[in-house]
């Protein structure tokens, strides 16, 4: 009766496989913080309710560099991941070593092009062929505050780089930590792009981090931006180096440090435990003009089997959907990609940076975020963070910061 039994189980799941092949997906990710991990949960919970079996592959380390490590030991090894989050250039440099798939099959059923800012859609292609799904739009050039903190000291959030100094000055003098900063290179990046942006203005912050344009990266106005590098050094903890940028937002919240300037993921940490824009933190976008994007998406690699390619299929038709990109974005402090999801259930700090974005994409200030892989390839990119670092972490002179800025620069086309 037993052995009947089972039988007959096995025959119908055989009988099931070769028609439909259940979708499998094994996801490298780097959302491991609080608040990346309810944003990333919510892309688990839409695949498993569609019959698709996730198979985790987080690795932690805030901005990626550690995944994209595992990424290439993967590929190299002939044992690529399903779907990868991965984002900028690196797509395209991907899909230049053949190893992408291609998804213009959902893109083009689910009309991506007519949903998706033609300059988002950009990134997801590659030689016209749909090579990218996008999640969201985060925002770089933010600072963060703690609301009672700011208030306690009767200071306003900073609209000029002096009177972010000042604020600091003050806050310092009453004992507290003016910024909370994490010291890894990427964040020392970020920190950078966004007074970068607020110093050179958008045109500047175009010529150097997009045209890599020589005089622009050993112009006195980059000099600028290296002096109030080391102004902001200043102003960390004794503690800094190698702490994780959600720490550094824990900081912020405890009332510990009063700024920190982190992308809106940052938010994401703030929601996740159970804080209140405009009351218990404050958001606004670091003096100067402009906006950096920085958008995620998930590439599919080559893989054989129908249930990997099924989970390709699914997960890219999930990560577009409308209720996808409202929920996942909602926890995870960006904005939808997508331009007709509704931003009603979203806070103000989400409102503005859609307003922002729309502003600066028609006055052409709208601008890939160099820190975060959306302007140049990892060459360059990782050749101006080198030298970013090197100076926040040293007394390095502006003077010699900008002429190692140009030579690394030029080292690395
Ligand atoms: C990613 C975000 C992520 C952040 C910190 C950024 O590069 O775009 O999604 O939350 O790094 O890990």
Not at 32 to 54: I, R, Y
Not at 196 to 224: C, P
């Amino acid at each position: 009766m037993k052995s009947v039994f089972f039988g007959a189980v096995s025959a119908t799941a055989l009988i099931a496989s070769a028609v439909y092949a259940e979708p499998q997906a094994e996801v490298l990710h780097w959302w491991t913080s609080g608040g990346e991990a309810k944003s990333v949960a919510v892309l688990q919970e839409e695949f498993a309710s569609k019959g698709g079996q996730w198979t985790d592959m987080p690795v932690a380390g805030g901005g990626g560099d550690a995944a994209m490590t595992a990424l290439r030991a993967r590929v190299l090894s002939g044992n690529a991941p399903t779907a990868v989050q991965l984002k900028g250039p690196a797509i395209q440099e991907w899909y230049e070593e053949g190893v992408l798939a291609d998804i213009s099959a959902v893109a083009e059923a689910q009309g991506w092009a007519d949903v998706l800012p033609a300059s988002i859609a950009g990134h997801m292609k590659c030689e016209g062929t749909w090579c990218a799904a996008p999640v969201n739009v985060h925002r770089v050039d933010w600072i963060w505050a703690n609301a009672d903190v700011l208030e306690a000291n009767g200071i306003e959030m900073p609209t000029t780089w002096d009177e972010f100094n000042a604020a600091a000055e003050k806050l310092q003098a009453a004992g507290i930590i003016p910024l909370a900063h994490g010291g890894q290179a990427w964040q020392d990046a970020t920190v950078f792009e966004a007074v970068a942006l607020g110093v050179l203005g958008a045109d500047g912050f175009r010529k150097a981090f997009v045209d890599l344009d020589m005089d622009t990266l050993k112009s006195d106005e980059m000099k600028a931006v290296f002096d109030q590098m080391r102004t902001m050094r200043g102003y960390v903890d004794d503690n800094f180096s190698g702490r994780d940028w959600n720490l550094a937002t824990a900081m912020v919240m405890n009332g510990e440090a009063a700024f920190q300037i982190m992308g809106d993921w940052a938010k994401g940490e703030f929601m996740a435990a159970g804080k209140v824009p405009g009351e218990d933190f404050l958001c606004a976008s670091v003096p100067g003009d402009g906006f950096l994007y920085n958008v995620d998406s998930f590439a599919m690699f080559d893989v054989d089997g129908d249930d990997k390619k099924a989970g390709q299929e699914l997960l890219a038709e999930l990560i577009v959907g409308q209720n996808f990109q409202k929920v996942f974005n909602l926890n995870k402090g960006s904005i939808p990609a997508r331009v007709d999801v509704s931003l009603e259930e979203f806070d103000s700090c989400a409102h503005l940076s859609a307003k922002d974005m729309g502003e600066s994409s028609d006055n052409g200030s709208l601008l890939p975020s160099y820190a975060h892989g959306m302007a140049l390839r990892g060459a360059q990119s990782g050749a101006i963070t080198d030298v970013v670092t090197a100076h926040f972490n040293s007394d390095m002179s502006s003077d010699e910061a900008v002429n190692m800025l140009a030579d690394a620069v030029a080292n690395s086309m």
